[in-house]
């Protein structure tokens, strides 16, 4: 399935809190140096996520302006029998 600016969006604000959690943990200096450091190493794949995420929300936005990706995607709904276009 085709990405869209929602989609990426969606997965980045889940990586933005992946990344909060992350930070408190690594920063908690109550918890073992152990779970610090597993901590500390899991923000170095999940910023790598989330630089990637918004490197393809860049394309996606650039290709949208340059006409080759577009922003809305109309869904028809149904309500008791009658359709309706949502924009």
Not at 29 to 40: H, I
Not at 45 to 72: M, W, Y
Request: net charge negative; with cysteine; aromatic share 4%.
């Amino acid at each position: 399935m085709a990405e869209t600016l929602g989609s990426l969006m969606d997965k980045l604000s889940i990586a933005n809190i992946r990344l909060w959690h992350l930070e408190d943990t690594r920063r908690d200096t109550s918890l073992p140096d152990r779970e610090r450091l597993s901590a500390a190493d899991k923000v170095a794949v999940v910023n790598r996520q989330r630089n990637d995420l918004i490197d393809e929300i860049d394309c996606f936005l650039s290709d949208a302006i340059n006409g080759r990706a577009k922003l809305t995607d109309p869904k028809v709904k149904i309500y008791r029998d009658v359709e309706k276009v949502e924009v």
